[in-house]
């Protein structure tokens, strides 16, 4: 199994920066990629960034330009920049990791939130 924390949410206003990170632990070895997903009230959960053990880098539309994902080597770690921050990127950001196997982990989720 692969534990998650989270860590680095927190209020800034429209323009700022904050950097989240998910630090994993257990049998990391396993892990095949990491994400950060967000959620809204009332919608589903949808990925921001994710990031695979080959390096391959995916981000949504709505951050492109504006996010980054990186992560440690060797891998347990996974950061997610984010700047030029808007109200609409406020959401509980979620951590999540897929193991070889298609197992599926998630961290308890660290709130966003943009407002002047």
């Known amino acids: 199994q692969v534990q998650l924390v989270e860590s680095g949410g927190g209020s800034v206003q429209p323009g700022g920066s904050l950097t989240l990170s998910c630090a994993a632990s257990?049998?990391?070895?396993?892990?095949?990629?990491m994400a950060w997903y967000r959620q809204t009230p009332g919608k589903e959960r949808e990925l921001a960034a994710s990031?695979?053990?080959?390096?391959?880098?995916t981000y949504a539309d709505s951050v492109k330009g504006r996010f980054t994902i990186s992560r440690d080597n060797p891998w347990n770690t996974v950061w997610l920049q984010m700047s030029s921050l808007k109200a609409e990127d406020t959401a509980v950001y979620y951590c999540?990791?897929?193991?070889?196997?298609?197992?599926?982990?998630w961290g308890q989720g660290t709130q966003v939130t943009v407002s002047s």
């Open positions: 999540q990791v897929v193991v070889f196997g298609a197992s599926v982990y």
């Open positions: 257990g049998r990391v070895f396993t892990m095949y990629s």
């Open positions: 990031i695979t053990r080959d390096g391959t880098i």
